[in-house]
């Protein structure tokens, strides 16, 4: 499982607090992503991080905020939630070099926004 | 990146062979083809990839087409544990921001 955790597993807010997600790995990977999966779709990108400090913004970031001040973690911010994040989200890793990267793929965390 | 096409559902009988579709009409040179699966409640898993030639693992085939513009993952005896929504998905070099689509939702019959 490349050593992936992610807390909480699930949480419930209600709208307009801020709620921060954690990703947790254990084997220095480089790269780390934060995706969002809603009923019926496929995963979208949010965030993601290629080193300590160094993020970009994936394909539905506003209103997430990422940092990422030590290699294993990387926290991904809603900073005053709404129910339209209400979704579960994913945390991934890269392992493998070029060609033979892949992702590997955190339990997830289900979100509600009340 | 470039788009990839599935059917959005498939059935299966159980311990008989799946072939599941993937059109990528625009794919570039540069493009590998990934596979995922997702199994409920879960996160997506890695299945296979590949550039040019066919390609085994211990999960599945992946067959490419000679010119690229479509391959088809193949698992040679479906079991009711590979009931799962598959992701056909193109990746540039290194596997990173990978796009996913709806994939093909797969159903294993007893």
């Known amino acids: 499982d490349a050593g992936i955790t992610q807390s909480p597993r699930h949480k419930v807010t209600e709208t307009g607090t801020p709620v921060t997600l954690r990703c947790h790995q254990t084997?220095?990977?480089?790269?780390m992503y934060w995706y969002r999966q809603d009923p019926g779709h496929g995963l979208r990108l949010i965030h993601y991080?290629?080193?300590?400090?160094?993020?970009d913004k994936g394909e539905v970031s506003d209103g997430y905020s990422v940092s990422r001040s030590k290699t294993e973690d990387f926290l991904l911010t809603l900073e005053s939630a709404t129910s339209s994040q209400t979704s579960v989200y994913f945390c991934?890793?890269?392992?493998?070099?070029?060609?033979?990267?892949?992702?590997?793929f955190g339990p997830g965390t289900r979100l509600l926004v009340l | 990146d470039a788009k990839t096409t599935q059917p959005n559902s498939m059935e299966s009988n159980e311990e008989e062979p799946v072939h599941l579709p993937c059109n990528h009409s625009?794919?570039?040179?540069?493009?590998?083809i990934h596979w995922y699966r997702q199994l409920p409640s879960q996160g997506p898993e890695y299945v296979i990839h590949?550039?040019?030639s066919n390609v085994n693992n211990r999960m599945a085939s992946l067959a490419i087409a000679e010119d690229r513009k479509s391959s088809t993952l193949i698992l040679h005896r479906a079991t009711l544990r590979d009931a799962a929504v598959y992701y056909c998905?193109?990746?540039?070099?290194?596997?990173?921001?990978?796009?996913f689509g709806s994939g093909t939702q797969l159903t294993v019959l007893p």
């Open positions: 991080s290629y080193g300590v400090k160094d993020t």
């Open positions: 590949g550039l040019t």
């Open positions: 991934a890793i890269n392992e493998g070099r070029g060609s033979q990267e892949t992702q590997y």
């Open positions: 084997e220095n990977h480089r790269y």
């Open positions: 998905i193109l990746a540039s070099g290194s596997a990173r921001q990978l796009t």
């Open positions: 625009t794919i570039s040179g540069t493009d590998y």
